[in-house]
T-cell receptor
Framework: DAGVIQSPRHEVTEMGQEVTLRCKPISGHDYLFWYRQTMMRGLELLIYFNNNVPIDDSGMPEDRFSAKMPNASFSTLKIQPSEPRDSAVYFC?????????????FGEGSWLTVV | KQEVTQIPAALSVPEGENLVLNCSFTDSAIYNLQWFRQDPGKGLTSLLLIQSSQREQTSGRLNASLDKSSGRSTLYIAASQPGDSATYLCAVRLQFSGGYNKLIFGAGTRLAVHP
């Protein structure tokens, strides 16, 4: 398997613009996670899905952030409108059900800069 | 609220040294604990996963231990090499019923191994 695939890898956008980050999880995984990483706050869980259904979105910063998973092989994280404080690395990760030795696999991240 | 702390925040050692990275967590009701490695500009790679019922896991020069009752884990790296230079993150998976599933990360330890 190619692993978790994220796009774009890098994006620079102007404040106020809409940003859409995309993720393709590992085939067959039941769970998909969106994390944000910054120097100040480290890795924060934004939202996760189980079988395409959002389970916990308590980490989503505010209404400007939204995430969808229309099918088992695709998810998006959207920021509208974007602000400079949204600049961070956004990671997508996936896993099987969390029992036994099932680990979580991360994509390479989408590096977002909002100017 | 579960909090994960890693000490030290940064470590610089000469090649060949054996070293220990520490991770502590405040709530012992965890499902498992994972150690990850993150290289600059990359995603996270899982190194070792310890189930809550286990005491340690080994992979090559890496050994991770878990003491759930005291809320501590250590990652031991034997005979360190310059290629081990990276950030090492500890994460605990919280245990809930009904498919609830959350991974909480520490801030990481930045390791530099110099020749």
């Amino acid at each position: 398997d190619a692993g978790v695939i994220q796009s774009p890898r890098h994006e620079v956008t102007e404040m106020g613009q809409e940003v859409t980050l995309r993720c393709k999880p590992i085939s067959g995984h039941d769970y998909l996670f969106w994390y944000r990483q910054t120097m100040m706050r480290g890795l924060e869980l934004l939202i996760y899905f189980n079988n395409n259904v959002p389970i916990d979105d308590s980490g989503m910063p505010e209404d400007r952030f939204s995430a969808k998973m229309p099918n088992a092989s695709f998810s998006t994280l959207k920021i509208q409108p974007s602000e400079p404080r949204d600049s961070a690395v956004y990671f997508c990760a996936s896993s099987f059900v969390p029992h036994r030795g099932n680990t979580i696999y991360f994509g390479e991240g989408s590096w977002l800069t909002v100017v | 609220k579960q909090e994960v702390t890693q000490i030290p925040a940064a470590l610089s050692v000469p090649e060949g040294e054996n070293l220990v990275l520490n991770c502590s967590f405040t709530d012992s009701a965890i499902y498992n604990l994972q150690w990850f490695r993150q290289d600059p500009g990359k995603g996270l790679t899982s190194l070792l996963l310890i189930q809550s019922s286990q005491r340690e896991q080994t992979s090559g020069r890496l050994n991770a231990s878990l003491d759930k009752s005291s809320g501590r884990s250590t990652l031991y790296i034997a005979a360190s090499q310059p290629g081990d230079s990276a950030t090492y993150l500890c994460a605990v998976r919280l245990q809930f019923s009904g498919g609830y599933n959350k991974l909480i990360f520490g801030a990481g330890t930045r390791l530099a191994v110099h020749p």
